[in-house]
T-cell receptor, first 115, second 113 residues
């Protein structure tokens, strides 16, 4: 069975500092991996996705993530945090061998930006 | 990109009443849609998979008679919370896939008084 672990329910960084949100997965098949962002009382917006192409994936708003098979990780980074990055971030893995393409979700990490 | 809408965005109802939430894929067809429930400060919990032309598939622990799902067309799925109670208050989100990528609606905030 697939699973996703996000280390740290809350991450706090200063504005301008590096953002690192951790995501580890387990999967019996090569995974498709996603990072979504959720602003308060809103739906989810796709930040970026890995679908077995380049291991370093660039997304919107300056975020990127690197797929590391040996570490079963897909950590999300941004070189310089901005106040507008404050939100909840979810990592998810897809069993793309399932015809329904269901997503397995991490518990989420709340990113707090300190001025 | 593909757009999924939800209506209403926010609803307040009295205990014992039923509430219908609509999920529409605006510019694509979806034979499958997913309904999620999100508790405060928690991740998304998949409630059910809505299938056009057939019965929905519910996740373990989700009451089928409580949460009625109807996939009326290739662009519309509805979730009806029947005889709502305060513990049903939550944020409900739908999604529709194109291939392996899911597109999410903006969510519906349900408050049951």
């Amino acid at each position: 069975a697939q699973s996703v672990t996000q280390l740290g329910s809350h991450v706090s960084v200063s504005e301008g500092a590096l953002v690192l949100l951790r995501c580890n997965y387990s999967s019996s098949v090569p995974p498709y991996l996603f990072w979504y962002v959720q602003y308060p009382n809103q739906g989810l917006q796709l930040l970026l996705k890995y679908t077995s192409a380049a291991t370093l994936v660039k997304g919107i708003n300056g975020f990127e993530a690197e797929f590391k098979k040996s570490e079963t990780s897909f950590h999300l980074t941004k070189p310089s945090a901005h106040m507008s990055d404050a939100a909840e971030y979810f990592c998810a893995v897809s069993d793309h061998t399932d015809s329904n393409y269901q997503l397995i979700w991490g518990a989420g990490t709340k990113l707090i930006i300190k001025p | 990109g593909a757009v999924v809408s939800q209506h209403p965005s926010r609803v307040i109802c009295k205990s014992g009443t039923s509430v219908k939430i609509e999920c529409r894929s605006l510019d694509f067809q979806a034979t499958t849609m997913f309904w999620y429930r999100q508790f405060p400060k928690k991740s998304l919990m998949l409630m059910a998979t809505s299938n056009e032309g057939s019965k929905a598939t519910y996740e373990q622990g989700v009451e089928k008679d409580k949460f009625l799902i109807n996939h009326a067309s290739l662009t519309l799925s509805t979730l009806t919370v029947t005889s709502a109670h305060p513990e049903d208050s939550s944020f409900y989100i739908c999604s529709a896939p194109i291939g392996w990528e899911q597109f999410f609606g903006p969510g519906t905030r349900l408050t049951v008084l």
